[in-house]
């Protein structure tokens, strides 16, 4: 049996235009298309899909029950992007034992956090998995 993988998720959006345009301004996915009316972000294999939808609020009313996180090369840079387009802070940036945190509220009121992991947090992340493995 295989195991299944987690290979998207699909954001809805009042004006999912504006929304995925956010997004791509703000994190540069590798890819950003139009795939049979989705628009479709990809960040390393897993996509971001934007829809629209006429059965939610145009802003999310609970933002804490699903965070997106992004593991990012340069959270500064990131932090900047999403600064010139206006966007607001839940937490800056902050330094934890090395690594970088911050969460960002996107234009429909999500939370998108952005991480950068030290070197030595990702050298523990892969000695732990190969023991787990």
């Known amino acids: 049996?295989?195991?299944?993988?987690?290979?998207s998720i699909l954001l809805a959006?009042?004006?999912?235009q504006r929304l995925r345009a956010w997004?791509?301004?703000?994190?540069?996915?590798?890819?950003?298309?139009?795939?049979?009316?989705y628009g479709m972000l990809?960040?390393?294999?897993?996509y971001l899909m934007i829809d629209s939808r006429d059965d939610i609020d145009e802003v999310n009313t609970d933002p804490a029950r699903v965070?997106?996180?992004?593991?990012?090369?340069?959270?500064?840079?990131?932090?900047?992007?999403i600064d010139d387009l206006g966007g607001p802070w839940l937490a800056p940036i902050e330094d934890r034992d090395g690594s970088l945190f911050?969460?960002?509220?996107?234009?429909?009121?999500?939370?998108?956090?952005?991480?950068?992991l030290s070197a030595e947090h990702r050298a523990a992340m892969a000695s732990e998995q190969l023991a787990t493995n």
């Open 1 to 7: 049996m295989t195991h299944p993988t987690l290979g």
């Open 102 to 116: 911050g969460t960002a509220v996107d234009p429909d009121g999500n939370y998108v956090q952005i991480i950068q």
């Open 42 to 46: 990809d960040f390393g294999g897993f």
């Open 23 to 37: 997004y791509a301004a703000a994190l540069a996915p590798r890819k950003n298309e139009d795939v049979e009316g």
């Open 67 to 81: 965070i997106l996180n992004f593991d990012v090369d340069d959270a500064r840079v990131v932090a900047v992007n």
């Open 13 to 16: 959006s009042t004006d999912p």
